[in-house]
Structure formats: structure tokens, C-alpha cells
């Protein structure tokens, strides 16, 4: 499983972005996707997930500010970030981790910076 990650960059506090990752084929009937975060000195952090079954979980500090999707036809997940502050500022990183097997496959990450 290849993961490519983009959509990155650098927004004002209040702005939005849209990440996608693609994936390299047609994983998302057996893999929980997930949008993964790593600030500067911090742990990488869960941020949002999505099942098979398209059930999704948020961590509480992006819950209604942002939302995972995906395109099953394009292989390819989104994150879409609303209302981001400075706090969102990380490298994204987006995962692939099989149900049976729960091997875990990594993109390569993107930079969000949020600053005035």
C-alpha cells in the first residue's frame, strides 16, 4: 500500500484547507483510514477516521471544524479543515491500517501552518 499525501500549505487563522491522500489501489474495504497530526515537540495524534463501513470518528479538539471523506472511485480520502487556528499547525499525515491483519501503512506527510 502506497500513500500520497497533499493539499498542505499555509492559511490564516480562520481559513480552511482541504488535504486528499491516494491511495495506490482500492483499499478501503479493508482498511480504517485515518488523518494523523505531529506538532513540533508533541506526539503524532489521531485527528479523524474512517471505516469500511464509512463510520467516522473525530479527535474532540477538530470535531465539528473538520471532516473526513473519501472517493471510493478515485482511491482517495479528504480531510477538510474548517476554522483552523494556529493550534491545527502540524505535519499530516495520513494512515492506512488493515482490519484483519492491522498492518499499517503511512503517507509521507503534509505541512499545515496557521498564522497571521
Known amino acids: 500500500v502506497q500513500l500520497q499525501a497533499s493539499g498542505g500549505g499555509l492559511v490564516q487563522p480562520g481559513g480552511s484547507l482541504r488535504l486528499s491522500c491516494a491511495a495506490s489501489?482500492?483499499?478501503?474495504?479493508?482498511?480504517?483510514m485515518s488523518w494523523y497530526r505531529q506538532a513540533p515537540g508533541k506526539q503524532r495524534e489521531l485527528v479523524a477516521a474512517?471505516?469500511?463501513?464509512?463510520?467516522?470518528n473525530y479527535a474532540d479538539s477538530v470535531k465539528g471544524r473538520f471532516t473526513i471523506s473519501r472517493d471510493n472511485a478515485k482511491n482517495t480520502i479528504y480531510l477538510q479543515m474548517n476554522s483552523l487556528q494556529p493550534e491545527d499547525t502540524a505535519v499530516y499525515y495520513c494512515?492506512?491500517?488493515?482490519?484483519?491483519?492491522?498492518?499499517?501503512?503511512w503517507g509521507q506527510g503534509t505541512q499545515v501552518t496557521v498564522s497571521s
Open positions: 494512515n492506512a491500517r488493515h482490519v484483519v491483519t492491522d498492518f499499517r501503512a
Open positions: 489501489g482500492s483499499i478501503f474495504k479493508r482498511n480504517v
Open positions: 474512517i471505516t469500511p463501513s464509512g463510520f467516522t
